[in-house]
């Protein structure tokens, strides 16, 4: 799977976007994008994922540049309850057996939300 | 919405005891993960698990290790002889299928050896 570079940590104030960015640029055509967050320790929780089209569900948008070697998360009106570690991971084939279709963490980015 | 669940949510046990966590995953899921996250690192892929069998494990998963899904609904993960490094949080994930499913995980068990 394609490696990803996220920022360790990111402001944002309360009621405003949070525009988390990912470079994924050795990304291949079949590879999606995934978004978790984990808050404090709790299990990391799904956001949203795409493959090459920009995505919104109710919790986040993920735009996903045409070339596909980046995507943002945006979380429209941040809240406190969103202060987390933010995961971006990209997901697909590999040639070969024994590919499940694990996810690889990385570090990720940790939001902090301030009021 | 359906959910992962685990338990017990914590579980203390002496080093070279035998554990086993507990996990009920999503109901029409066939694809079913371990994780671990060691206090401040990041959570690493222990395991995963399709029609009944390891579809593929990492190093960390070793003959100490074992998984199992003895009936239609528990997937559960057993440690035969823990060390104190096993001291982690254990977090068991489920999907419903590979590259445009997601993975849904339970909120884990924090194992302490002591």
């Known amino acids: 799977d394609a490696k990803t570079t996220q920022p360790p940590s990111m402001d944002c104030a309360e009621g405003r976007a949070a525009n988390l960015p990912c470079n994924h640029s050795t990304i291949s055509g079949n590879e999606y994008v995934y978004w978790y967050r984990q808050i404090h320790s709790q299990g990391p929780q799904y956001i949203i994922h795409g493959l090459k089209n920009n995505e919104t569900n109710e919790m986040a948008s993920l735009i996903i540049t045409e070339d596909r070697k980046s995507s943002t998360l945006i979380l429209p009106h941040a809240t406190l309850r969103d202060t987390a570690v933010y995961y971006c991971i990209v997901r697909g084939y590999l040639h070969g057996s024994g590919n499940t279709g694990k996810l690889i963490f990385g570090q990720g980015t940790t939001l902090q939300v301030k009021p | 919405e359906p959910e992962v669940t685990q338990t017990p949510s914590h579980q203390v046990t002496q080093m070279g005891q035998e554990v086993i966590l507990r996990c009920v995953p999503i109901s029409n899921h066939l694809y079913f993960y371990w994780y671990r996250q060691i206090l401040g690192q990041k959570v690493e892929f222990l395991v995963s698990?399709?029609?009944?069998?390891?579809?593929?494990k990492s190093e960390i998963f070793d003959d100490q290790f074992s998984v199992e899904r003895p009936d239609g609904s528990n997937f559960t993960l057993k440690i035969r002889s823990t060390k104190l490094e096993d001291s982690a949080m254990y977090f068991c994930a489920s999907s419903e299928g590979r590259y445009n499913s997601p993975l849904h995980f339970g909120n884990g068990t924090r194992l302490t050896v002591t």
């Open positions: 698990f399709y029609n009944n069998e390891i579809s593929e």
